[in-house]
C-alpha cells in the first residue's frame, strides 16, 4: 500500500500544480517532456545511430571495484585461443590469421539455449522447434545445446497439472519425432515411453526412458534432425520462471549440463525466431553479443505474431515496433539496453557469473518480489549494467510472440509488467550512473516520474478535450471523477474476472468518446486557425491551443520519422494499427496503470495461469 499511497500523493500534487499555472504553461510542460524524454531517444536512436553507427559504449574499466567477493558460479568455458597470434577461434575453429585449424574442440558447446515451458500450446512448441532446426549458423548445429525446463508436472497445490501435462507430452513426441499416444504416466506422473514406438510413423526402438534425479526431475536427452543435442528438464513441482533459471546454472555449474563458451540464450518455448525467409535471427544474434568483449547481454526485435487479430492486438503491435525503433536503439547507442526480454536474449555466461548470487537471491518483501519474481528479465539486465556490462539491441535478430488477445489477459500482463518495471527502474537510476548515457539516464528518470503521472495527464487531457468539444465544464468533471472511482474500486476489491464486463464497456466508451473528441477538436481548430489568421491577435488560448498542436504533432512526428529511418514504416503509416492505439489509449495508460497500482501486492504471473 505504500506505493499505492506514493501514487495518490504524488499526483495530488501533480493535479493541484496543473490548476494553479496557466494552461499555456501546462502545454509547454507538456513539450518540455518530448524535448528532454523523446527527443534524445530520435536523435542517438534514429538519427545517429543511422549516421555516426559508433556506439558510445561503456568500458568495464570504468566501474570502480566495490570489493565484490569473486564468483560462486561457474557456467563458462574458456574460449579456444589461437597460440600464434591469441585471437579467439572459438566460433569457426580457425584462425583466420594463422590459419591454423583446432578440429580437436570440435565438441565444445559455444551456445547453450534455455527454453522455458509453461502452457505452451502445440503450434507455439512447434514454432519454438522449428525455429531451431531451420536456423542457419556460423558454427556446427552439435556445438548448440539445447535444454527444455517443463515447469512442473504438479502444480503448487501438489495436483496433478493436466494441462502442462498436455504440453509436456506435445513437446518430448515432437522432439523424438512420435506420436502423443506413444506415452504412459507413472505414478510420479512422469510421461514414459510404451514398448513398440512408432518414430516418424514406423516401428522402431523406443528412445531411452527418462532417468529421475533425487531432486525429482526427470531427464531426458536426444537430438534433433541436424543433430543439435538437447535436453529435456522435467520439474517434479511448479516453482516459477526464476526457479527453472536456477536449476539450469546450478545443473551447468555442477557439470550436469556442459559449460559454454560465449552465450546462454533465453527463449520461451512458442517463440518463433526462424522460418523460411528468415533463417539467421538466432546467428545475428550471437554475433551481435560476441563482436565486442564489452557486450554482456543483446535483444533482438521481438515482433507480435498476428498482430492484425483485433485492436487490442494492434496496439500492442504498434507499442512494440514504436518502442524498439525509437526507445531500444536509443538505449542500445549507448551501451544501456535496460531490459533485454526473456523472450528472447542472449547473455555472456561470464557476465552471468557475476550476477547470479543477486539474481536468484530468496525474495522476502512485496517489491522484492515484483523486482524479482515478476520481472526476472528486467532484474538481470539491471545487474549487469551495474556490473559493468554493456547490453546491445540486434535489429536484424527478429522474432514473433504471441500477445494477449483479450482485454482482462493484457490487463493482467500489463500489471506484472508495469510494477516489476517501476521497481527495476528505481534500482537502475539509484545504482548505475554513467557520464557518457547522461541524456538517457535523465530520459530515464523523467519516464520514471511520468509513469506515476501518465494516468492523471491523461485524465486531464480527455477533461481538456471535453471542454475544448464544448461540453459543459461540471458534466465533464463529474463524469471523469466517476469512472476513476469505478475503475480503482473495481480494481482494490474484486477480481477481474469478476467485473470484466465493466472493463469492456468502460474501453468501448473511452474509444467513442476520444472519436467524438477528435472530431470536434477538428471543428474548433479549424474555427480556431480562421480567427487567428483573420485578426492575429495572440491571446492566452490561442497560445495553448498553439501548443497542444505543436505537442501532438511533434509526438507523431517523431514516431514517424523515426519509423521511415529504421525501414519500419509500416507499423505507422499502415495506419490501422496506429488508429487502434489512439483509440485504446485511456485504457492503455490510465486504466491499466491504475489497476497496476491498486495491485501491487499481486504476486501472479498474470498470463496462461501462472
Known amino acids: ?53 559508433k556506439a558510445k559504449f561503456h568500458s568495464q574499466a570504468d566501474v570502480e571495484d566495490d ?26 575453429l580457425r584462425c583466420d590469421n594463422c590459419h591454423k585449424e583446432f578440429p580437436q574442440y570440435a565438441g565444445t558447446v559455444v551456445l547453450t539455449a ?33 535444454v527444455f525446463i517443463v515447469d512442473g508436472r504438479y502444480d503448487r497445490s501438489e495436483k496433478v497439472d493436466l494441462v502442462q501435462r498436455e504440453t509436456a ?20 506422473a512422469v510421461p514414459r515411453f510404451k514398448e513398440g514406438c512408432l518414430i516418424n510413423g514406423r516401428p522402431q526402438k523406443c528412445p531411452s526412458q527418462p532417468y529421475v534425479l533425487d531432486d525429482g526431475v526427470a531427464v531426458y536427452t536426444g537430438q534433433l534432425s541436424r543433430g543439435m543435442p538437447f535436453t529435456v528438464l522435467l520439474k517434479r513441482l ?89 526507445a531500444k536503439t536509443a538505449e542500445s547507442w549507448f551501451g544501456m539496453v535496460t531490459c533485454l526480454p526473456g523472450a528472447f536474449c542472449m547473455v555472456r555466461p561470464k557476465a552471468l557469473e557475476q550476477v547470479l548470487n543477486v539474481y536468484l537471491a530468496v525474495t522476502t518483501t512485496i517489491w522484492n518480489k515484483n523486482q524479482l519474481d515478476l520481472g526476472e528479465d ?43 518495471t517501476v ?90 468518446a476520444i472519436v467524438l473528441f477528435i472530431i470536434l477538436m477538428i471543428q474548433n481548430y479549424e474555427k480556431f486557425i480562421h480567427k487567428g489568421v483573420r485578426f492575429r491577435r495572440c491571446s492566452e488560448l490561442i497560445m495553448a491551443q498553439w501548443l497542444e498542436l505543436v505537442v501532438l504533432l511533434s509526438w507523431f512526428g ?5 519509423s521511415i529511418i529504421h525501414r519500419q514504416w509500416f507499423s505507422v503509416l499502415g495506419v490501422v494499427a496506429p488508429v487502434a492505439w489512439l483509440l485504446l489509449c485511456p485504457t492503455m495508460y490510465i486504466v491499466v496503470p491504475l489497476y497496476a497500482v491498486c495491485n501491487f501486492d499481486d504476486l501472479s504471473w498474470g498470463t496462461r495461469g501462472a
Request: proline residues 3%; positive net charge; glycine residues 6%.
Open 169 to 188: 507430452v506435445f513437446l518430448l513426441a515432437r522432439l523424438y519425432g512420435v506420436d502423443k499416444c506413444q506415452f504412459e504416466f507413472d505414478d510420479d
Open 423 to 512: 521497481v527495476n527502474m528505481v534500482i537502475l537510476l539509484r545504482h548505475v550512473h554513467r557520464l557518457k548515457a547522461l541524456p538517457l539516464l535523465l530520459a530515464l528518470g523523467i519516464e520514471l516520474i511520468s509513469s506515476f503521472t501518465l494516468p492523471t495527464a491523461m485524465i486531464l487531457l480527455l477533461y481538456d478535450l471535453a471542454i475544448t468539444a464544448g461540453l459543459h465544464a461540471t458534466v465533464s468533471l463529474a463524469i471523469v471523477i466517476l469512472w476513476i472511482v469505478i475503475i480503482m474500486t473495481l480494481s482494490l476489491t474484486t477480481r477481474i474476472e469478476q467485473v470484466a464486463y465493466w472493463f469492456h464497456v468502460s474501453s468501448i466508451i473511452s474509444a467513442t
Open 238 to 326: 511448479n516453482q516459477g520462471k526464476r526457479h527453472s533459471h536456477e536449476l539450469f546454472f546450478h545443473y551447468m555449474h555442477t557439470g550436469q549440463l556442459p559449460k559454454t563458451v560465449h552465450s546462454i540464450m533465453f527463449v520461451d518455448s512458442d517463440v518463433e525466431f526462424a522460418w523460411k525467409r528468415n533463417r539467421r535471427s538466432m546467428d545475428h544474434l550471437y554475433h551481435g553479443l560476441i563482436k565486442n568483449p564489452s557486450i554482456g547481454g543483446a535483444c533482438g526485435e521481438i515482433e507480435v505474431m498476428h498482430w492484425y487479430q483485433n485492436p487490442l492486438t494492434m496496439t500492442q503491435y504498434f507499442e512494440y515496433k514504436s518502442n524498439q525503433f525509437l
Open 558 to 562: 517523431i514516431i514517424i520519422v523515426s
Open 114 to 146: 534455455c527454453i522455458t515451458v509453461y502452457h505452451e500450446d502445440a503450434k507455439g512448441l512447434n514454432d519454438g522447434v522449428n525455429s531451431f532446426e531451420l536456423s542457419t549458423l556460423s558454427f556446427d548445429h552439435k556445438r548448440c545445446n539445447l
Open 1 to 53: 500500500m505504500k506505493v499505492f499511497g506514493v501514487f495518490i500523493f504524488v499526483n495530488a500534487l501533480f493535479i493541484v500544480f496543473l490548476e494553479c499555472v496557466p494552461s499555456v504553461v501546462v502545454h509547454s510542460i507538456f513539450l518540455a517532456y518530448i524535448v528532454l524524454a523523446a527527443l534524445p531517444k530520435f536523435i542517438f536512436g534514429s538519427l545517429l545511430i543511422r549516421f555516426k553507427p
Open 378 to 420: 528486467r532484474t538481470l539486465t539491471t545487474q549487469l549494467l551495474q556490473g559493468g556490462w554493456n547490453t546491445v539491441y540486434v535489429q536484424n535478430a527478429v522474432a514473433r510472440t504471441q500477445v494477449p488477445s483479450t482485454l482482462i489477459g493484457l490487463i493482467k500482463q500489463r500489471r506484472r509488467w508495469i510494477n516489476s
Open 67 to 92: 570489493g565484490a567477493e569473486p564468483a560462486d558460479w561457474h557456467i563458462s568455458r574458456a574460449p579456444i585461443l589461437c597460440p600464434g597470434c591469441n585471437r579467439d577461434c572459438t566460433t569457426r
